[in-house]
């Protein structure tokens, strides 16, 4: 089970973390110091269950779970709380939360309340892993088709009707968040609320244009609704957002290719309102986001699916798009950061080649060398062995000049 700690106070964070690691060292724990660090970590991991402060700078523990249900179902949620705001508690058990710990929080009521949420959510998770399985791949298809068509991008054969038969006519909702003061908070924030205004009024999907630009697809229930919809949105944005935005929506459409053509007369629209980069510099920024990521991540386990969420892309779109803006495929690009890094590395000989591999982020140094070889034509040794007898070359010229 993995465990999601939220609270501004490392003592208790880190306290909840000794204790349910001493005690349930099966279980892993994450922690986070506030709501944005929170959304973070729950959009990354497979995160089962959430203990989160009720008052926090930012954004309250409430409202990080007011947003995170629509997106995160599965999640059960257990609020911390003092005596003094014991009204917050109640009203997180209204908002669905299983269960909430007052401070000072007793070891032995964390153990009982992990215990027995762990045991339902080990049932649930048999019941219920398939199930979410294909809704969430059937989510991620959605999301990927749809930025395909916001780009314009080729569909490999991919049946659009297939995909978002559920539409027989649909409007594009677009919410651009001021670029230089946007982060993971902002864009979590809106993703989420189209989400769960997109089931209240009907059905849709939402999918990231760019770094700070969200297109959400929906198909309200009664076409009368988009108003009433996009009201709620700017109502919900300007009381969780913190920057500046603009909503933008599209009359009535009935035909998947009309998309491209509209989304971009949506961003023409925003560019006469705001002066705010256009789509192309929002992929160079975001190619460069994943960049200064990748080379200060790259010794970890590093996978597309992170890096592309790192810059709020799907893993499909943004690994065609960062070989097309740098000329390397993803993998590639990661091998060669670290084999020039081990390349490095091995003119030190005080270090053992397998401390390298794993500096370099391989636990595995015969998979290290390989990669090394298929790179180099020889192997991390024979470099080293190379390198020895070159300056055992230049100090025999030297000795005899």
Same mark, same amino acid.
């Given at each position: 089970?993995?465990?999601?700690?939220?609270?501004?106070?490392? &003592?208790i +964070?880190?306290?909840?973390?000794r204790?349910?690691s001493?005690?349930?060292?099966?279980?892993?724990?994450?922690?986070?110091?506030?709501?944005?660090?929170a959304?973070?970590?729950? +959009?990354?991991?497979?995160?089962?269950?959430?203990?989160?402060?009720?008052?926090?700078?930012?954004?309250?523990?409430?409202?990080?779970?007011?947003?995170?249900?629509?997106?995160?179902?599965?999640?059960?949620w257990?609020?911390i709380?003092?005596?003094?705001?014991f009204?917050? @508690?109640?009203?997180a058990?209204?908002?669905?939360?299983?269960?909430?710990?007052?401070?000072?929080?007793?070891?032995?009521?964390?153990i009982e309340?992990?215990?027995?949420l762990?045991?339902?959510?080990?049932?649930?998770?048999m019941?219920?892993k398939?199930?979410?399985?294909?809704?969430?791949?059937?989510?991620?298809?959605?999301?990927?088709?749809?930025?395909?068509?916001?780009?314009?991008?080729?569909?490999?054969? &991919?049946?659009?009707?297939?995909?978002?038969?559920?539409?027989?006519?649909?409007?594009?909702?677009?919410?651009?968040i001021?670029?230089?003061?946007?982060?993971?908070?902002?864009?979590? &924030?809106?993703?989420?609320?189209?989400?769960?205004?997109?089931?209240?009024?009907g059905?849709?999907?939402?999918?990231s244009?760019?770094?700070?630009?969200?297109?959400g697809?929906?198909?309200?229930?009664?076409?009368?609704q988009?108003?009433?919809?996009?009201d709620e949105?700017?109502?919900?944005?300007? +009381?969780c957002?913190?920057?500046?935005?603009q909503?933008?929506?599209?009359?009535?459409?009935?035909?998947?290719?009309?998309i491209p053509r509209?989304?971009e007369?949506?961003?023409?629209?925003?560019?006469?309102?705001?002066?705010?980069?256009?789509h192309?510099?929002?992929?160079?920024? @975001?190619?460069?986001?994943?960049?200064?990521?990748?080379?200060?991540h790259?010794?970890?386990?590093?996978?597309?699916?992170?890096?592309?969420?790192?810059?709020?892309?799907?893993p499909?779109?943004?690994?065609?798009?960062?070989?097309?803006?740098?000329?390397?495929g993803?993998?590639?690009?990661?091998?060669?950061?670290?084999?020039?890094? @081990?390349?490095?590395?091995?003119?030190?000989p005080g270090?053992?080649?397998s401390?390298?591999?794993e500096?370099?982020?391989?636990?595995?140094?015969?998979?290290f060398?390989?990669?090394? +070889?298929?790179?180099?034509?020889?192997?991390?040794s024979?470099?080293?062995?190379?390198?020895s007898?070159?300056?055992?070359?230049?100090?025999?010229?030297f000795?005899?000049s």
């Open positions: 089970m993995n465990i999601l700690v939220v609270d501004d106070e490392s &003592i +964070r880190e306290g909840i973390q204790t349910l001493q005690q349930f060292p099966q279980h892993t724990v994450y922690l986070a110091a506030k709501a944005d660090e959304a973070w970590l729950l +959009r990354i991991e497979s995160i089962d269950l959430v203990l989160t402060d009720v008052r926090m700078p930012g954004m309250t523990g409430l409202e990080l779970m007011e947003l995170s249900r629509g997106r995160h179902p599965h999640v059960k257990v609020v709380s003092a005596y003094s705001e009204a917050y @508690a109640r009203e058990v209204r908002l669905g939360a299983r269960d909430y710990l007052l401070k000072p929080i007793g070891k032995e009521a964390l309340m992990v215990e027995q762990g045991a339902e959510i080990e049932q649930n998770t019941r219920s398939e199930t979410h399985l294909v809704r969430q791949n059937l989510r991620l298809l959605r999301e990927g088709a749809l930025t395909r068509l916001i780009t314009g991008l080729d569909f490999g054969g &991919i049946d659009l009707n297939a995909l978002l038969e559920d539409h027989p006519y649909f409007y594009l909702v677009m919410v651009q001021e670029q230089k003061r946007s982060g993971h908070l902002e864009h979590f &924030i809106v993703e989420n609320v189209l989400t769960e205004l997109f089931d209240n009024f059905h849709g999907v939402v999918a244009a760019s770094v700070n630009q969200l297109v697809l929906v198909t309200p229930d009664l076409p009368h988009l108003p009433v919809l996009i949105l700017k109502t919900q944005l300007k +009381r957002l913190k920057v500046p935005f909503v933008i929506a599209t009359e009535e459409l009935d035909k998947f290719s009309l509209q989304v007369l949506m961003q023409r629209a925003e560019v006469g309102q705001s002066s705010e980069l256009n192309e510099d929002h992929n160079n920024e @975001a190619i460069e986001l994943a960049l200064k990521y990748i080379r200060a790259y010794q970890e386990e590093v996978t597309l699916e992170r890096v592309s969420s790192v810059v709020f892309l799907t499909v779109y943004f690994s065609q798009l960062f070989k097309q803006k740098t000329g390397h993803f993998k590639d690009y990661i091998i060669h950061l670290r084999m020039e890094e @081990a390349r490095r590395l091995l003119h030190q270090l053992k080649i401390d390298i591999a500096r370099i982020g391989y636990q595995d140094m015969r998979h060398s390989q990669v090394f +070889r298929r790179k180099y034509n020889m192997t991390p024979d470099y080293r062995q190379q390198l007898d070159s300056e055992k070359e230049e100090g025999h010229r000795s005899w």
